[in-house]
């Protein structure tokens, strides 16, 4: 196995759709946490600032809401129980990175998140999933997006570059690593998202010019975000392969989208991304066979 970074790209590109206004939704299986002890109490990222008051009320409805979206598309949603003390876990996909019967639990950067790892470790054990923690720094899904084949991974600020080499043994699959510049960009899924086996979008300046140029190869028919839909932080969606849950407000790429053939879904968090997570964050996907 290889994996690639911005030491070298593979000649392996992703082919365009036949017809890129058609867009099949597929059925999937997500895992979220309740955010009932969401707060703001420290600062680990540019977005938070523990200064100002928290409307936990609001958190929790928004919340709700991409939840409820979830399940009336069709989806399956698991539930994790909240943690006291763990204001940050409510971010699902930070947790862990799933594929059919494998868990690789992350570990965190920061101090304050790590006792968030006890308890995903016992969620997919008691579930029959083999689990383990990674040994080098890797915050689960928010820095690793499953698209076809291959797992794109985050590096530069939270996930460890060696993670990379791990999370490719562990799961047999080829890791397409990724360099994050923008600290207002710190996971990946902040910057990028997969849309389909063959189709991301994302924000080339959140990016080392090494790494947009792995994505421009990779994936020529990609959809372009502006900084203003970055900032809006439009790219922390999570698609079907047809209809996008995406935070409000990134309205440009919400008009790509369209054009495309995806249906967006504009969800309104922002309680939640003053701690610095969106849509995505509050998602983890349960890929593979223990998905189904």
Known sequence: ?????????????????????IRRSTTRRYLMCPPTHFDVTYSINPWMNPRTPTAQPLAAAQWQAVHDQLVELGHTVDLIPPVPGLPDMVFAANGATVWGDRALVARFRHAERDAESAA??????????????AESANEGEGDYLSAGSWLLAGN?????????????????????????????????DTALAVLDEQTVMYY?????????????EL????IIATADDAGAFGLNAVSDGRNVLMPTGATQLEAKL????????????????????GVKCCVLELHGPAGG
């Open 1 to 21: 196995m290889e994996t690639i970074s911005e030491a070298g790209t593979s000649t392996a590109t992703a082919e365009a759709p036949h017809d890129a206004a």
């Open 120 to 133: 995903y470790l016992d969620w997919f054990r008691s579930r029959g999933l083999k689990v383990e923690q």
């Open 156 to 188: 530069g600020f939270r996930t460890d570059r060696r993670a990379h080499v791990e999370s490719e043994q562990y799961f047999g699959r080829p890791v397409i690593g990724l360099t994050l510049v923008d600290a207002r960009y710190y996971h990946l």
């Open 204 to 216: 080339p300046d959140a990016f080392t010019p090494g790494s947009q140029a792995i994505l421009r």
């Open 219 to 222: 994936f020529p028919t990609a």
């Open 258 to 277: 369209r054009d495309a053939g995806f249906e967006p879904i504009g969800l309104d968090v922002s309680e939640l991304l003053r701690a610095g997570g």
